[in-house]
Nanobody
C-alpha cells in the first residue's frame, strides 16, 4: 500500500527550529518530485517547497525562502523540511506530496496525512 507519513511537527517558540520528515512506504520516491505544502486554519493549502527526483533542483515559496530548506535522501526513501527562524504565521498543518515537477511548483499525485506545526510563545 502506497503511503506517505509525516513526522516532526509540534509546538515551538518564535525564532525556533523544527525538522519535518516524510517517509514513503509501498513505493520508491526515486522517480518522483517531492514537495511540502501547508494549510492554516481558514486558508487554502499553499505551496511551500519542491525538490526534483535527484535533489539537484529546489524551489521555495517567497514566504519561507532563506528560512526553510527542503532536502531528500533517496536511500532512506525520505523527504525533509528544515524550518528555522519560525514565525507565528508559519503555524499550519504541513503535508508532504509526491508527484510531477512543474516549475516553480509541482503537481501532487500522492499526499501524506499531515503534521501540525504551531509557532507560539
Amino acid at each position: 500500500q502506497l503511503q506517505l507519513v509525516e513526522s516532526g511537527g509540534g509546538l515551538v517558540q518564535p525564532g525556533g527550529s523544527l525538522r519535518l520528515s516524510c517517509a514513503a512506504s509501498g513505493f520508491t520516491l526515486d522517480y518522483y518530485a517531492m514537495g511540502w505544502f501547508r494549510q492554516a486554519p481558514g486558508k487554502e493549502r499553499e505551496f511551500v517547497a519542491v525538490i526534483n527526483s535527484n535533489g539537484g533542483l529546489t524551489k521555495h515559496a517567497d514566504s519561507v525562502k532563506d528560512r526553510f530548506t527542503i532536502s531528500r535522501d533517496n536511500g532512506k526513501n525520505t523527504l525533509y523540511l528544515q524550518m528555522d527562524n519560525l514565525k507565528p504565521e508559519d503555524t499550519a498543518v504541513y503535508y508532504c506530496a509526491a508527484g510531477i515537477l512543474e516549475i516553480p511548483t509541482m503537481r501532487p499525485d500522492y499526499w501524506g496525512q499531515g503534521t501540525q506545526v504551531t509557532v507560539s510563545s
